[in-house]
């Protein structure tokens, strides 16, 4: 064999080993790609599979919440004596759970504000003006925010203020759903909004009446003469966290207390 086609079958060899390398390389990558997605597969997976048993378990954790608070008379036959109740802690098939109730007389239902009646305004006015003196986060005056508020749920009322905002949006024209809607109302940051979220609420009444036993100290002074009478509305809301190795699963329920509904849920953690 001469010298030229020596060559010619070296570089032939050369050339089939490099194609052959170039098979092996894609076929490797494709398997490997075919195992990360399955491995993502499989985690997605057992997340929507752990997202819905927690939320299953979570539901009957909250109905036997709702039994427990049936049975009781009010706050008062409850086995603790704050606004917030200690972490219950408990199992349910292999699933640690955790639950906690704050009883919602301990704050101001933002809702009472919906009538424009003038006596709520004055008293919420006094809890604004108090919050904004003890946090130094500035705020409208109370005055102006229970106006604000009173307008922002009135279906009649069309507030140019919110229209002219860019982008332009409208008030609501009902009674709100969380209080964190406050935080959308004209002149509310989102530091008011944090400074405010302990003392307040949002439930299905217009009546606000408050524990001033298990209040903190700041309401039981702006409330001092407002009681929880006979027959007012008492609404507690659940939180339940679900804990799955590393991760969390959040449910926050709204119960009117005395009679066994659920008035919101949300797959969510509880507002502060």
Not at 45 to 72: N, P, T, Y
Not at 183 to 197: C, D, F, I, P, T
Not at 222 to 251: C, E, K, N
Request: hydrophobic letters at 45%; proline letters at 6%.
């Amino acid at each position: 064999m001469n010298r030229s086609l020596m060559h010619t079958a070296h570089k032939q060899r050369g050339v089939a080993l490099i194609t052959a390398l170039l098979v092996v390389a894609l076929a490797v990558t494709a398997a490997v790609g075919m195992v990360l997605r399955g491995q993502a597969d499989i985690r997605r997976s057992s997340a929507v599979f752990e997202r819905d048993l927690s939320r299953h378990i979570a539901l009957g954790a909250e109905k036997m919440v709702l039994q427990i608070l049936e049975q009781a008379d009010g706050p008062d036959e409850l086995l603790w004596d704050t606004c917030l109740s200690p972490v219950l802690p408990f199992e349910v098939d292999q699933v640690q759970l955790q639950a906690t109730l704050d009883n919602m007389r301990c704050r101001y239902n933002l809702n009472a504000l919906a009538g424009g009646d003038e006596q709520e305004q004055a008293d919420f006015a006094r809890l604004v003006d108090r919050v904004a003196q003890d946090s130094g986060v500035t705020m409208p005056s109370g005055a102006q925010l229970a106006v604000a508020i009173s307008d922002w749920m009135d279906p009649e009322t069309d507030d140019p203020l919110y229209r002219l905002q860019d982008p332009p949006r409208l008030s609501a024209n009902r009674t709100m759903l969380v209080a964190s809607e406050l935080s959308s109302v004209a002149g509310v940051s989102s530091e008011a909004w944090q400074a405010l979220a302990p003392y307040v609420t949002a439930y299905p009444s217009e009546a606000s009446p408050i524990d001033l036993e298990r209040s903190p100290d700041l309401m039981k002074e702006v409330f001092a003469d407002r009681t929880a009478a006979d027959g007012a509305p008492w609404f507690m809301r659940l939180q339940i966290v679900a804990q799955f190795g590393d991760r969390r699963f959040f449910q926050c329920t709204l119960l009117d207390a005395p009679n066994g509904k659920v008035i919101l849920r949300e797959q969510t953690a509880c507002e502060p």
